[in-house]
């Protein structure tokens, strides 16, 4: 477990979320941009897995219920920091390019399903990869298949469709044909009354002004134009609900 210094720096001013009767929204807590880019000390929860404290509590919430109906959560991603999501971007980087893509077009290969440093959900504590550990772990588990009917984790899916919300947690990725950027992925969920505001602060910024201070494989490539589309199609193009 990764225990890190946190503070907050302003207020917390609860919001009733319509969709959320039982939560609030951290509307005026302050995120600071360092901290949205996974690059600050912060202090996380869990065993096996690392949340902040409000997002960890109600996934312990969840887990409990769902075991009660014989599905058994298990969280196989949720913090990363900058440096991990770099050697993910950078490692899909390598081995498209030694494959022969041009730098585009393994660029446009890893924002299938991965993010750029620095722009991951996964680096503010809310975030969770999950899978149904009584369905086993044999090959790759995040494959959207295996969520589908008759697959190892189509039981966690259907009671996540089910109850997920009641305890902050939606889908972010969904399978909306019209929907653009990230790929479907029935497996990652968001803690809501966190990861709104969040989103809200993180969509104000140039992320290219921060992003021209970093130093990863492929970043040479970015153009402004690249990084507008990429927040238009990748990071807002989302569930609306977690708008």
């Keep these: 477990m990764n225990r890190r210094s946190f503070v907050i720096r302003g207020g917390l001013i609860g919001i009733a979320l319509s969709l959320l009767p039982q939560f609030t929204i ?3 807590q302050e995120f600071d ?5 996974g ?4 202090e996380l929860y869990g065993d096996g897995y690392d949340l902040r404290k409000e997002a960890h509590d109600a996934f312990v919430e969840m887990y409990q219920a769902a075991l009660k109906e014989g599905i058994e959560i298990e969280v196989v991603s949720s913090y990363r920091s900058f440096e991990r999501q770099a050697e993910i971007f950078e490692s899909k980087y390598d081995r498209f390019t030694e494959e022969g893509l041009e730098p585009l077009a393994a660029i446009d290969k890893i924002i299938e399903y991965s993010t750029i440093p620095g722009t991951s959900r996964h680096h503010w504590g809310t975030e ?4 149904d550990k009584r369905g086993g772990k044999e090959g790759d588990v995040l494959v959207s298949e295996k969520f589908e009917s008759g697959g190892p ?17 939606y889908l972010v990725y969904t399978d909306e044909p019209k929907r653009r950027g990230f790929k479907y992925e029935p497996w990652h969920y968001s803690y809501a009354p966190l990861s709104i505001p969040m989103l809200t ?6 992320i290219m002004h921060y992003l021209d201070k970093e130093d990863f494989e492929g970043l040479k490539h970015f153009t402004t134009g690249f990084i507008k589309t990429y927040i238009t199609d990748n990071i807002l193009d989302i569930n609306p609900e977690l708008l």
């Design 26 to 28: 951290a509307q005026e």
């Design 33 to 37: 941009m360092i901290e949205l880019m």
């Design 39 to 42: 690059k600050a000390d912060i």
């Design 128 to 131: 969770i990869d999950i899978v």
């Design 153 to 169: 984790y189509s039981n966690l899916k259907a009671w996540m469709d089910k109850n997920a919300n009641n305890y902050g947690f």
């Design 201 to 206: 602060k993180f969509r104000k910024k140039n």
